[in-house]
């Protein structure tokens, strides 16, 4: 199988897009961060240090989606026309599920943009308690679903 981000010399390359029809895409991706009761808690009754650590990670995530091509190399810089964040409340582990979905409509998905604004997110969770709880467990930051594109659908 050749791979699309190298040219004919191995060479690395962003794929041209520019022939692809634009159509919309939506790309959903999530997460779980784990932690002490106590991290939980404080977080639950918003008793941290650092302020409402729930929706500091919704904003975060959200500019993580829009950043995801200045992180990754070989992302394209796209309009995204929309993206939503939802924190689900885990007690039974303690911890959190962050999902992000990302929409456009353009000619290159926003997998990228869901799971970077996953990732973000967490990672703004972690930072901002992580004075109470250094051994948080950040896992399964995955794609959840996509739609629209050549590639066609996918649901886990």
């Known amino acids: 199988m050749k791979l699309t981000h190298l040219d004919e010399k191995d060479r690395p390359k962003m794929v041209d897009v520019s022939d692809k029809e634009q159509t919309t895409r939506v790309a959903v991706a999530s997460g779980i961060i784990e932690m002490s009761q106590d991290a939980y808690d404080a977080i639950v009754t918003q008793k941290t240090k650092k302020g409402p650590v729930l929706q500091t990670a919704v904003i975060a995530a959200i500019m993580g989606s829009k950043k995801t091509s200045e992180l990754i190399p070989m992302c394209h810089p796209i309009n995204l026309s929309g993206i939503n964040c939802d924190v689900e409340e885990l007690p039974e582990l303690p911890g959190f599920k962050l999902s992000v979905t990302a929409k ?24 901002m308690v992580k004075a109470i709880d250094k051994g948080m467990v950040i896992r399964n930051i995955q794609l959840e679903e996509k739609a629209g594109g050549k590639s066609g659908d996918f649901k886990r």
């Open 104 to 127: 456009l409509t353009g000619q290159t998905g926003v997998e990228m943009e869901a799971l970077t604004g996953t990732s973000i997110g967490l990672l703004t969770i972690y930072d």
